[in-house]
């Protein structure tokens, strides 16, 4: 019984990996293609109920943008190593490629 439960969950941890469905992919990999493009931040301030003041930055900046990849190879690359396949349009083609 407990052989069973350990090939189960063996399995089941092994199906994990497999590949994702292309469209899942490819919304997955516009993140990463957007980012090989120009970096994202985000500045945010708050003032608390107590008077306290506080603040943050975040940054946002990848290896593919400092080396100069084009968003499209980045695009392409991730897409195949998530779903086994290309993608159905390059990510120029696509509205998330102009923001």
């Given at each position: 019984?407990?052989?069973?439960?350990?090939?189960?969950?063996?399995?089941?941890?092994?199906?994990?990996?497999?590949?994702?469905?292309?469209?899942?992919?490819?919304?997955?990999?516009?993140s990463d293609a957007?980012?090989?493009?120009?970096?994202?931040?985000?500045?945010?301030?708050?003032?608390?109920?107590?008077?306290?003041?506080?603040?943050?930055?975040?940054?946002?900046?990848?290896?593919?943008?400092?080396?100069?990849?084009?968003?499209?190879?980045?695009?392409?690359?991730?897409?195949?190593?998530?779903?086994g396949q290309p993608?159905?349009?390059?990510?120029?083609?696509?509205?998330?490629?102009?923001?």
């Open positions: 019984m407990i052989r069973l439960w350990y090939a189960l969950s063996l399995l089941a941890l092994l199906s994990a990996c497999g590949p994702l469905p292309l469209q899942q992919a490819e919304q997955i990999c516009i957007q980012l090989s493009q120009h970096p994202r931040g985000a500045v945010s301030f708050g003032v608390g109920a107590d008077g306290r003041t506080g603040a943050s930055v975040q940054l946002g900046i990848t290896s593919d943008y400092l080396l100069g990849h084009d968003p499209d190879q980045v695009y392409a690359a991730c897409v195949q190593r998530r779903a993608p159905s349009r390059p990510f120029s083609s696509l509205p998330e490629s102009r923001q």
